[in-house]
Nanobody, 122 residues
């Protein structure tokens, strides 16, 4: 499975961005999809995940109420709508896919995209 993330950029604090991740080369609807991020000098961290059906969703506490993950299986795409952005949201955002059942928030995803940079200015 190949994953291509897009939609990053520079935004002021309080603004919004929508990230997209297009998948190819595999049965997209069979995968749980996740978003992770890595800020400069920090370890990569979990942001959000969505089950293959979209019925099960998890968020990191730091983004709950501000970020929304969704997927369109017909378009092989997962999205991350980010609102009320803060400077501490600045990071490279990665999308990832995993086939393991009931696996959502851990780091052991099977496939990773190349990342897209989000910079939030104060």
């Amino acid at each position: 499975v190949q994953l291509q993330a897009s939609g990053g950029g520079l935004v002021q604090a309080g603004g919004s961005l929508r990230l997209s991740c297009a998948a190819s080369g595999g049965p997209f609807s069979s995968y749980t999809m996740g978003w992770f991020r890595q800020a400069p000098g920090k370890e990569r961290e979990f942001v959000a995940a969505i089950s293959w059906s979209g019925e099960i969703i998890y968020y990191a506490d730091s983004v709950k109420g501000r970020f929304t993950i969704s997927r369109d299986n017909a378009k092989n795409t997962v999205y991350l709508q980010m609102n009320s952005l803060k400077p501490e949201d600045t990071a490279v955002y990665y999308c990832a896919a995993v086939r393991r059942p009931h696996y959502y928030t851990g780091p052991a995803y099977d496939y990773w995209g190349q990342g897209t940079l989000v910079t939030v200015s104060s």
